[in-house]
């Protein structure tokens, strides 16, 4: 499955030290520019 993310998974993740349940529930995941450039 591929998944296309935007910022709130990928911080809400970070902040509770989970952004690896991404990796492992998704084969590829999409990070647009915007969000990729977004400082979190």
């Known amino acids: 499955m591929i998944v296309v993310s935007d910022t709130s998974p990928i911080t809400n993740l970070a902040a509770i030290g989970q952004l690896d349940l991404l ?5 590829t995941i999409i ?4 969000v990729y450039s ?3």
């Open 23 to 27: 990796r492992q529930f998704y084969k």
């Open 31 to 34: 990070i647009p520019q915007a």
């Open 38 to 40: 977004n400082p979190i």
